[in-house]
């Protein structure tokens, strides 16, 4: 079987340092091992994504010397697959809609008999505020809301996937062949109480979006047959969310390297924000390919 891994940049910004080197580890693992590169631009937020980010992206990738295979797979153009996995976990009962808005999942979270909120990989662990009143109102059969967010109710996507469970009927894994941020590698655990207490009921449908990150990006991995998934530590915490989606929709799940963050002088972790890191800038002021990997530990 080749070896496939992929660089997926949102097009909502320069790509700094951290990309640079995200994107190098994925080139260059594939090339060790006689496998393929390739690349796909997130644009699921129409709102952030700028054609002229792309490009960018692009120029970018092909002066550091990287190359992959086209035409490129934009997010944007699968919205039909998204709908379809979002209507199967529907009619599943795998969903509902919530109206909350951050300041009432803030309020929710914090009540004074909940103590201080737990947060999760996307933030406060949602309450449940939604899913109660869904339940109430006797759900079963309705058409799937189209233009407002939907969670998944990890309860009954735990019932749904109990065959991953299979370490003491209650512990699932994942493979990282790289290091979490607290040097986690190996068979990474993690249990169904974790899941519900750590994550709880993530949004798989975001207003305006009609997907999210965490849907997309295993529908997607799976269509191009992604076999290592090489990303930021910063997702590390976001994979038992794609491991459980895996099982949930069939999707095989790939092995996961995840690598340190590239940080500024104070330690911080670079963002989009960053231009005083983007490559663009540094490549104005005649740096190499070289030297941006030198800068980047490579
Ligand atoms: N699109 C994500 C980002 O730009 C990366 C997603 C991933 O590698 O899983 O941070």
């Avoid at 937020?45 to 010397?65: F, N, V």
């Avoid at 699968?78 to 795998?94: C, N, Q």
């Avoid at 459980?244 to 092995?255: D, F, G, V, Y």
Wanted: glycine residues 8%; charged residues 25%.
């Amino acid at each position: 079987m080749t070896l496939v891994t992929r660089f997926a940049p949102s097009p909502t910004g320069p790509l700094h340092l951290g990309h640079a080197y995200s994107a190098i580890l994925a080139h260059d693992f594939a090339k060790s091992k006689n496998g393929q590169f390739l690349l796909r631009i997130e644009d699921i937020d129409r709102s952030r994504s700028r054609p002229e980010w792309e490009t960018q992206i692009y120029d970018d990738l092909h002066w550091l010397g990287l190359f992959w295979p086209e035409p490129v797979l934009c997010q944007s153009t699968r919205t039909a697959i998204y709908d379809a996995a979002l209507d199967d976990l529907w009619s599943r009962g795998l969903l509902y809609p919530c109206s909350c808005n951050r300041k009432d999942i803030a309020n929710a979270a914090s009540a004074p008999q909940e103590g201080a909120p737990l947060l999760g990989p996307d933030g406060i662990i949602y309450p449940g505020t939604c899913r109660t009143r869904w339940k109430q109102q006797g759900s079963s059969g309705k058409p799937r809301p189209l233009s407002i967010p939907l969670r998944l109710d990890m309860a009954e996507a735990l019932q749904q996937t109990s065959s991953l469970f299979q370490i003491d009927k209650n512990t699932a894994w994942f493979q990282e062949i790289g290091e979490g941020p607290g040097a986690e590698s190996g068979g990474v655990r993690f249990t169904q109480a974790e899941m519900l207490e750590t994550v709880g009921d993530v949004v798989l449908s975001r207003r305006d979006m009609g997907t999210s990150y965490h849907l997309s990006v295993v529908l997607d991995d799976a269509a191009q047959k992604v076999t290592h998934v090489v990303r930021g530590q910063d997702l590390f915490e976001a994979t038992r969310i794609h491991v459980l989606l895996q099982a949930l929709l069939n999707l095989p799940t790939p092995i996961y390297l995840h690598h340190r963050l590239i940080r500024d002088q104070a330690g911080k972790r670079l963002a989009k924000r960053d231009d005083a890191r983007a490559i663009a800038k540094f490549r104005d002021e005649g740096a190499t390919p070289e030297d941006i990997r030198a800068m980047v530990g490579l």
